[in-house]
């Protein structure tokens, strides 16, 4: 028999549940559909994961009704069974449930637009839909109200006050900070906190945002709420998404998220549990390795629904040459490009003085990232002329297919070539779900492989309509190429339909390992592109953690770890760190066609340290540039 929800959190730490959405959709449920639906549906399926869950070691599931409001469910012409479809979840979840594990029934955003500015819908139609959930839960039976996944304070103060007035349940009021322990609009975790408690909260915390280190943020801004014992909860992502083939993959492994948890249970949350990418074997290992009381275990077993993958191009108009870029590139020396990052303000002397260090540094060209992380930054075009105009220095502009539908990416390729630059690397873009700012959607008109599409149209003079611009441009065409040794197939596929498309260089995701740089030299010597392998270096031990578990599709191997974390100093880890990559530069000099270097946090003169011991050392690379003819690459 379930113990009293605030007694027990009191004394003990509650284990949760992981994703429901996210969770789904690894088992083939589309992207697109509303899965509250599935309620009444599909209820074997929602039974099933809820049964997964418990079994995994969740004290504590909540109900399959995140998006079972009006507004939500009038998308689909279903806003006359919200009673139904949530009356539906709470009974799922119930009999899963049974005596031993709490219900908490989830109530998510509306999807309507805050603050209120326009008079489509009304605040007292806010307060009805939420009434109407939330009546419908308290109905059900749930034991608990779950306000999770709120972007702005207000809306969930409505939620709130709504849920106060109809029951006098225990309520989870959690938000998302998605950056320095903020909400997009800037207020703090610690002010948030405290107005939810001050309208009837009973456990403040967040859940979702972009993955677990800015949680951790956001959870030491309300630590000293919980040393006056008020509960805290935390649901984080398992690190940022990388979407793959059709497919969202969180890279942030169980031990790791394990570990993690165990630091915010240190500054006073008493509900743990997962958000997007999470899992039962998450669930698991948090009960293992924090050692939480395991309530219940069932004798059936998860449904399995089989996906499938596919990617398929588009027939592509490849123009000749090379571009700009890489025809500039100088033939007796290998080449290097460093990444940096444009501001998150409009003060944008460092880095332009950080473009002039690597270029007297010897850097053959400078990358800029537009919005990486969805995160908004300066506009990398505007940053790209100034560089390329005062330090005299080659640019490589990223380009997503996130922010900018079709007209808009055509209209700044051509704005590109005007401006003089001639590098753009194309790239899908991380998803917006990760943004730091209210009401971003992610546009994705085309993927990374209809922008060099796009791309090589130009090169050829004409734009995607086929109609001629009476200029050819003269970009030297970039994509990402992130390589996994155990698995090199698909995403070697890809690379390959990229090159068709008319890819002339790559930019990897880092390595960290000769062995692994080694590999994919052999297995990509085929394109005739330069491929230019990923260098990372490492700072600390805890920046090599985070890498591993939190950033999509890039890989610090064990053996590098447990190098930097044999050092207490945070001093001695970062010289192990430098140490480390001066030696993978050196071992690989002399077979790759040349170096990406990434800036750490920006940090351009680390970046300029490899860059001058390549000069210095007149390390001239796989030298598959210098063998160009007429433009082209030879054949390998």
Request: charged content about 20%.
């Amino acid at each position: 028999m379930k113990a009293d929800f605030k007694e027990y959190i009191r004394e003990h730490v509650l284990l949760g549940d992981g994703a429901f959405g996210s969770y789904l959709y690894e088992k083939g449920i589309d992207l697109g559909k509303n899965i509250d639906l599935l309620n009444v549906k599909n209820p074997d399926l929602i039974f099933s994961i809820h049964e997964e869950y418990i079994r995994a070691g969740s004290q504590l599931i909540e109900t399959n009704t995140f998006g079972g409001n009006r507004f939500n469910l009038q998308e689909l012409g279903k806003e006359d069974q919200v009673r139904e479809i949530n009356l539906a979840g709470v009974r799922l979840a119930r009999k899963a449930a049974g005596h031993d594990v709490y219900v908490a029934g989830s109530v998510g955003p509306t999807g309507i637009e805050f603050p209120l500015v326009s008079e489509e819908v009304t605040e007292g139609e806010m307060n009805e839909a939420f009434s109407e959930q939330i009546g419908a839960l308290v109905e059900g039976g749930v034991d608990i109200i779950i306000l999770e996944t709120f972007t702005h304070l207000e809306e969930i103060l409505m939620a709130l006050g709504v849920a106060r007035k109809l029951s006098d349940l225990p309520i989870i009021a959690q938000m998302v900070y998605p950056s320095k322990g903020k909400t997009a609009r800037g207020i703090t975790a610690y002010d948030c906190a405290r107005e939810l408690l001050a309208a009837g909260a009973s456990v403040v915390g967040t859940n979702c945002g972009r993955g677990i280190d800015p949680m951790l943020t956001a959870i030491e801004s309300m630590a000293p709420l919980a040393e006056s014992q008020v509960p805290l909860s935390a649901f984080p992502n398992a690190g940022l998404p990388e979407v793959i083939g059709h497919r969202m993959i969180y890279p942030a492994q169980p031990a790791y998220m394990a570990k993690r948890a165990a630091e915010m249970i240190k500054m006073g949350v008493r509900i743990i549990g997962g958000c997007c990418g999470t899992v039962p074997a998450h669930i698991h290992e948090f009960r293992s390795s924090l050692k939480l009381r395991h309530k219940k275990t069932l004798r059936s077993g998860p449904v399995h629904i089989e996906t499938s993958e596919s990617v398929s191009p588009q027939a592509p108009i490849v123009a000749t040459g090379t571009g700009g870029f890489l025809e500039q590139v100088q033939k007796d020396q290998m080449p290097v490009i460093v990444e940096l990052d444009p501001p998150t303000h409009l003060e944008i002397d460092n880095v332009l003085e950080g473009a002039k260090f690597l270029a007297e540094s010897g850097a053959d060209a400078v990358s800029l990232g537009e919005n990486p992380l969805a995160i908004l930054r300066a506009g990398n075009i505007a940053l790209a002329h100034r560089i390329k105009e005062e330090v005299g220095v080659q640019v490589i502009l990223h380009q997503t297919c996130r922010d900018q539908n079709g007209l808009g990416l055509q209209s700044h390729i051509m704005a590109a070539h005007i401006l003089g630059i001639e590098a753009i690397l194309a790239v899908t873009g991380d998803s917006a779900s990760s943004t730091d700012q209210p009401g971003v959607n992610g546009v994705f008109d085309t993927n990374s492989f209809g922008l060099i599409r796009m791309l090589s149209r130009f090169n050829q003079g004409v734009n995607m309509a086929g109609k001629p611009v009476k200029q050819k441009t003269r970009f030297s065409i970039g994509c990402a190429f992130s390589f996994r040794p155990t698995s090199p197939k698909m995403q070697i596929s890809r690379l390959e339909k990229k090159a068709a498309q008319g890819a002339h260089f790559v930019m990897t995701q880092p390595l960290f390992d000769k062995n692994e740089v080694e590999k994919m030299v052999e297995l990509t010597s085929h394109l005739d592109m330069a491929i230019f392998p990923g260098i990372f270096p490492l700072i600390s031990a805890r920046n090599a953690d985070f890498i591993h578990n939190e950033v999509p599709g890039i890989t610090v191997p064990k053996a590098v770890r447990e190098v930097l974390w044999r050092y207490a100093d945070v001093a001695d880890q970062r010289k192990a760190a430098m140490d480390i990559t001066a030696r993978l530069v050196e071992d690989i000099s002399s077979f790759v066609d040349g170096i990406y270097l990434v800036s750490p946090l920006n940090k351009w003169d680390i970046a300029g340290r490899f860059v001058r011991q390549i000069r210095d050392a007149g390390w001239t690379g796989s030298g598959k540039l210098s063998k160009r003819t007429s433009g082209s690459f030879p054949a390998s």
